[in-house]
């Protein structure tokens, strides 16, 4: 007799799993979810919290902020009198699905429209780990220079939207956009892509717009279809 | 009889001991070496390339450059004539004492006085893998925000020296140069700190002249009383 020999397909890692099960429970709840990744000081927060405060009468929104020490940034956005949430990651350069796992039950999962996850500020080590997200947004900003897509290819590979911040000080640098266009067209073909200045609110419109489409479609139509990020 | 028990005393880890042999190796050439550190775009390759232009002239210096993709700074290094070794870490979000160890052998060793070692552009990871250089050197950047120190302190509280780069668009940002230096002594107090910008040149005299001061300290002394870094 032939012996049977099980043959065990695509398994999952012990992050990903984590990350599956924090989708099914944020899609159960209605929440739709962005992992917003980005080196220090590209202007996560800054993003954060426009955003906010433009979306807060539409939208019920919480935030979760990764860094390795600190609550500076979630004592900002707690200003704003939304939810949320401090992971500090101990040293780690990287949320996890675990740490968003833990972080759930801070939040009054059934009032909420839209989470925003702020990851720890680096453009390498966060796009390895999924958390269970529905989006995955990267914010570059004008000061960092125009050769980043090509030097972090897998961070600008993995997201869904690019915001590149700071464009108010775009004469003060040397930034090729040209060349940095075509570094993100190489990795992210067709990538939705928006510039903008968090300091004149300059771009901020059609960001807005990507988020209330985002929000308004996975209201309508469920969490099926989207990668998990 | 009593029985002896062994007392293995700080046991060094893998990349520690690969890391030693780096520094004496280094010692040995008479290289004084500098790993130099900083987030994505802070400005680590321009330093590099004013520190190479005034310098080259007096001193016999090398570069070796740590990416996860592309040679786009070795490249623009080599333009100026120096020894020049690219190192792709491939994925991996910093240099660790083996791919140092791997890139010696590339350089002309009898023939070097300073080696300048460019780091992954990371804020979090360089800073747990001792290479086996003489000095860490940490670049911050107006644009990356005042609150870095807070928010990164294994980083900061881990170099021998501190240069802040793009002074020249100070006004352009809200940067508060005190809550920044507060931070900065907090965690590193009397830290060695410059103010420079790359860009006009600003700064970049006090620099230079520790480089200078700290490659003659090494040429007469030796490797003894420098920590492994």
Chains 1, 2 share one sequence.
């Not at 929104?61 to 900002?76: H, N, P």
Request: glycine residues 8%.
């Amino acid at each position: 007799m032939s012996k049977t020999v099980p043959i065990v397909e695509q398994i999952l890692s012990a992050n990903d799993q984590i990350a599956l099960q924090n989708r099914s429970q944020l899609d159960a709840s209605g929440i739709f979810t962005i992992n917003l990744m980005a080196s220090p000081g590209a202007g996560k927060t800054s993003l954060i919290m426009a955003t906010i405060q433009a979306l807060q009468n539409e939208h019920r929104i919480a935030y979760i902020d990764g860094d390795i020490a600190s609550s500076i940034d979630a004592d900002k956005v707690a200003t704003l009198g939304v939810p949320t949430v401090q992971i500090n990651t101990g040293g780690a350069c990287h949320l996890d699905a675990v740490m968003l796992q833990r972080s759930l039950p801070q939040l009054p999962l059934t009032k909420l429209d839209l989470l925003v996850v702020e990851n720890v500020g680096n453009l390498i080590c966060p796009s390895s780990f999924r958390l269970g997200a529905h989006r995955n947004v990267l914010i570059a900003s004008v000061p960092e220079g125009d050769d980043k897509p090509y030097k972090y290819p897998v961070m600008y590979h993995g997201v869904d939207v690019l915001v590149l911040n700071k464009m108010d000080v775009l004469d003060a640098f040397d930034f090729n956009l040209d060349y940095f266009q075509r570094g993100v067209e190489i990795l992210n073909p067709g990538l939705i892509f928006y510039h903008i200045s968090c300091k004149t609110g300059e771009g901020l419109a059609g960001w807005l717009e990507w988020v209330r489409a985002e929000v308004a479609a996975f209201k309508k139509g469920g969490g099926d279809g989207y990668e998990i990020r």
